[in-house]
């Protein structure tokens, strides 16, 4: 399933857009899940990191194409963007939020299945896999990988990634629910990605050079965790 966005505040040019995804959908039979939006302060307010492409219209009444992505590029560098104008000139800029393609309007179906088919293969290449995190400036994406540990701190959610630490509204339980496998919870406080353990001695971990407390409790399920992780039993 390819989450798909349309960001265009034309009924017409919007009835194109669909039209083709529908078609690209039967002829190379994928599946689209579809959100619309007339605007691009509506896509933008509260956004969500959860679209994998983005079709985005430069010219709107109330916020620009443009204004948008550099918006969404704040918070989501990895959704692929696609630019619908009738001014060519203005999509050139695109390179400055890493747009993908721009398509001309009246869009042909030619151009639009050639740009979906790099689209998708982009799409495909990338193996990443996220976690949607909420912080006070919005909600951004995460690599899972650069995550070394998520502590608990006073009602908050600390995420410490490898880029910095992050902020964020939430509980352990449901962080822990968007995780995979490699993640441990060492204790009530503390989620440690096993990819980031430096060390172990007695109950303290080292993690990204921090060392956090372990519960003692959890010292056995830990090691037999690790000892998986360190000899790829499971990915």
Known sequence: MVHIAIVEDDD????????????????????????????????????????????LDIEMAFMNGMSAARRIREVDPDVELI????????????????????????????????????????????????????????????????????????????????DGTYEARGTLKDTLSQLDERFFSCSRSYVVNLDHVEHYRGNDLTVHGDILPMSRGRRNAFLDALNVRMNGEWR
Do not use: W
């Open 12 to 55: 017409h040019d919007k009835a194109r857009l669909k039209k083709c995804l529908k078609k690209y959908e039967e002829e190379k039979q994928e599946r689209f899940e579809i959100t619309e939006f007339s605007d691009g302060e509506d896509i933008t307010t509260d956004y969500t990191a959860k679209y994998d492409l983005i079709l």
């Open 83 to 162: 630019f619908i104008t009738n001014m060519p000139q203005y999509a050139i800029q695109g390179y400055k939020v890493n747009a993908l393609d721009y398509l001309l309007k009246p869009v042909s179906y030619f151009s639009f299945a050639e740009t979906m088919n790099k689209a998708l293969k982009r799409i495909g290449a990338s193996e990443k896999k996220y976690v949607v995190v909420a912080t006070k400036g919005g909600k951004m994406k995460v690599d899972i990988s650069s995550i070394c540990y998520v502590e608990v701190l006073d009602h908050l959610l600390l995420y410490h990634t490898v």
